[in-house]
């Protein structure tokens, strides 16, 4: 793969992780909270299931994108913002795995209005993560097309 193609490819990746982000929290997780407690196990199931596979399954391939970068990062990419990208998209697994899943588990088993709140404002960290990794990854992507 050339130069150009390395870039377009993170910079595709890391856009496309950030949108599916923000639909996840501003758009599923905050929907949870209308959700009836009977009907909410069935919604949980059915929407997770499914973004796994258009939001996960891609952060998957950034986070291998990233590594791949690490290992054979060319010469115009700044080496300190994709160590950056790499430490801003670790926090928001880390995110995911400490706090998301552990909420999700116990909302799965038993949905309350809390529950999906407390799992709607710990997501902001993933979010936040998210957005300032995406916003790195552009600065990165200009830094290697006009080096200063």
């Known amino acids: 793969m050339n130069d150009l193609s390395w870039l377009f490819l993170y910079g595709l990746l890391s856009s496309y992780c950030l949108a599916g982000c923000l639909t996840e929290h501003f758009a599923i997780i905050r929907g949870w909270l209308y ?12 929407q997770g299931n499914g973004f796994g596979y258009v939001y996960v399954l891609p952060k998957i391939a950034l986070t291998v994108v990233i590594g791949a970068l690490l290992f054979v990062r060319p010469a115009n ?30 909302i799965r088993q038993h949905k309350t209005a809390a529950l999906a709140m407390r799992l709607y404002r710990t997501d902001t960290i993933r979010v936040v993560a998210m957005a300032i990794h995406n916003i790195v990854v552009w600065v990165l992507i200009l830094q290697a097309i006009h080096p200063a």
């Open 35 to 46: 959700v009836a407690e009977e009907e909410f196990g069935d919604v949980h199931v059915a």
């Open 77 to 106: 990419m700044p080496l300190g913002y994709l160590w950056a990208g790499a430490g801003l998209l670790a926090v928001s697994w880390l995110s995911s795995f400490v706090l998301q899943f552990p909420i999700q588990r116990k």
